[in-house]
C-alpha cells in the first residue's frame, strides 16, 4: 500500500515580518495528502480563499495567550509538535513559515517513504543579500543548519527550537530533498525587528545582535558579503516568483 505523508507547520506574526507563509502552505498542499497548519488569534495572518477551501488542509486556531505563556526557544517546536499531533498520516514532514520545498523535490520525498526509513535529512539552502545569491560558507559560520531533519515516520517530535525533528535519519535522499529558506530576504524594513523579536521575544536572549545597531535598515553586509555569497543554483519555484520580484 503506497505511504501517505502529512505536512505540517505553525506561524505567527507572519504578515507582520514578512514570512513566505502563504507559499510554504501552497507547497506543502503540492506534495502532502493533508497538511496540518497551526496559527493564533486574533492575527492578521490569513490564507487565500483556494487554500482554505482545500479538504486537505486542516486549521487549528490558538490563542495568543498560549503563545505568550509559554518561554523560551522550545516554544517553536512545542507549536510545531502541535500541527504534528493533528496528523494521521504514515509519514510528516515539516516546513517553516519562511521556506518553500523545491518542486524537483516532490518525487524524491515520495521515494524516500517507500523505503521505510525512520527519517531523512533534507538540504537547507540559506539565501542571503538577495533571493537570488546563497551562502557559501561552512556549516559553523551558516546562521542556521544546512541540514535538517523533516521528513520522518509519524510520531517523532520536533524538539529545541524546532530546526529538526527527533528521529534516526539518513542522508541517503540528502541532495535530492531541497528546502530553500527565504527568512533571510524578507523585506529589508521589517528584518531588524524580526531578529531583534526572534532573539529576545522568543530565545530570551539578554541582548540582541549588536551589528543591528549599525543599520537603521537591515544590511546584509553586515554579516556576510562578496566570497560568502554565490549565485543560486536552482530556479526558484513558481509559487515563489511574484515573492521574489517584489522583494529584489
Known amino acids: 500500500m503506497i505511504k501517505t505523508l502529512g505536512g505540517f507547520i ?18 506543502l498542499l503540492a506534495v502532502c495528502d493533508k497538511v496540518s497548519l497551526v496559527h493564533f ?14 479538504e486537505r488542509l486542516s486549521v487549528c486556531s490558538l490563542s495568543n495567550r498560549m503563545w505568550e505563556k509559554m518561554k523560551g526557544k522550545t516554544k517553536l517546536a512545542n507549536f510545531q509538535n502541535i500541527a504534528a499531533m493533528l496528523l ?13 520545498i523545491h518542486p524537483d523535490s516532490y518525487g524524491a520525498i515520495r521515494e ?17 543579500g538577495s533571493p537570488n545569491t546563497m551562502l557559501m560558507v561552512p556549516q559553523e559560520r551558516q546562521p542556521c543548519s544546512i541540514h535538517v531533519n523533516r521528513l520522518t515516520k509519524r510520531g517523532y517530535w520536533c524538539y529545541d527550537d524546532g530546526e529538526s525533528v527527533g528521529s534516526p535519519t539518513t542522508l541517503q535522499f540528502a541532495n535530492r530533498i531541497k528546502i530553500i529558506h527565504y527568512g533571510f530576504v524578507r523585506r529589508k524594513e521589517v528584518m531588524k525587528a524580526k531578529i531583534i523579536n526572534m532573539q529576545q521575544g522568543v530565545f530570551a536572549m539578554e541582548n540582541y545582535d549588536a551589528k543591528l545597531d549599525q543599520c537603521e535598515v537591515f544590511d546584509s553586509k553586515l554579516w556576510f558579503d562578496g566570497d560568502d555569497l554565490a549565485p543560486i543554483n536552482f530556479a526558484h519555484p513558481p509559487i515563489m516568483n511574484q515573492w521574489v520580484i517584489d522583494r529584489m
Open 10 to 27: 505553525f506561524f505567527k506574526d507572519a504578515e507582520k515580518y514578512d514570512y513566505c507563509y502563504q507559499q510554504a502552505v501552497e507547497s
Open 41 to 54: 488569534a486574533p492575527t492578521e495572518d490569513w490564507l487565500p480563499a483556494d487554500l482554505l477551501a482545500d
Open 88 to 100: 494521521d498520516t504514515d509519514y510528516q514532514l515539516l516546513v517553516q513559515a519562511d521556506e518553500v
Open 112 to 128: 524516500a517513504m517507500e523505503t521505510g526509513g525512520d527519517g531523512f535529512l533534507c538540504e537547507r539552502v540559506n539565501l542571503w
